[in-house]
């Protein structure tokens, strides 16, 4: 390869790279949750039911806290074995509802109910490839992969017995390990612990439960769109930094001048800026604006999911105006 010819490769590189940069943003946004329990303000908890199954791998029968999780919970009678679950879950739960804190947390009478039941499953699944380019003597490949879920079934009542909703959370996770025979593959597993797993599995589903009965914030993230136009690139450049009215006052000027697509760029993001702002509709605005130009899917897209936001506060500002009826004078 000549000079000249490494030269022009290394600039279509960074061209390249270049090119694929985006800029993102991150918005705290706030969502409703699913189930409505109306002008609940307390809530009680009370322990879940919990049963389990544990499936290792059949050569690792070393676990021994596999050989204690093997009699399933009937209704609701907890083995001894997983009286610890059912202490954490419980825990897990109450600490993720105070954390929340939209419901305050009582032990005594409440104006809602929630119970329900785990169940947790541990699956271990051996597979074995042959690895033809591996020196002699290891030519196969072993995978343990043990995946762990945790299901959380629930019910909310009232403070007389009636139900204001039942659901269902689930969360699981895959963990893999890689060597050239079967003992060390088991044997890296082993390491780890399979309780820990579970219990990470339930708290992440607990997590889910409150997200279903309480307002929550999520991160997420926004791509911002992108011209030549040098306002544009410092605009996001200070959205990216945090520096939100920075942004805001490069884009609106971008939006004033350059060509079209720099415009509509500029038009969309300070959509963006309004949705961080809270300001849904003139988010709304400017995004069914853009799509209105450029006809395409993807500005109809984010002029939906601000619909949705506003239905979502819409609930959220007519529940809480029922739990201000029903606070006590």
Known sequence: MTINSLGVTLLAVLFLGLGGCTSVVKLNVKHAPEMDLGAARTLSVARFTVSGQVHLDAANGRD???????????????????????????????????????????????DAKVSGHVDYRVDDRLSSQENKKAEEGKRMTYTLTRTVEATLNFMVTDSRGMVLGNSQVRHSSEKKWEDDSEEAVRQHAQQFSVSSYVMDEIAAANALL?????????????????????QLKQGNKAAEDGDWLAAASHWQAMSRSGDAKCRHAAEYNLGVFDE????????LMRFENVHAFTHDKKFAADAERIRQRMREEERMKQNEAKRQQAEPL
């Open 276 to 283: 961080s702002e809270g300001r849904l509709g003139e988010a």
């Open 210 to 230: 409150v997200k279903k009965i309480a307002p929550h914030y999520v991160l997420e993230s926004r791509v911002l769109e992108e011209c030549d136009g040098e």
């Open 64 to 110: 021994a806290w596999s050989n204690l999780l093997k009699n399933a919970v009937v209704g609701s009678f907890a083995a001894p074995s997983d009286v610890s679950v059912q202490e954490t879950q419980y825990a897990g739960l109450v600490d993720a509802l105070v954390r929340n804190g939209y419901y305050q947390i009582s032990t005594a009478a409440a």
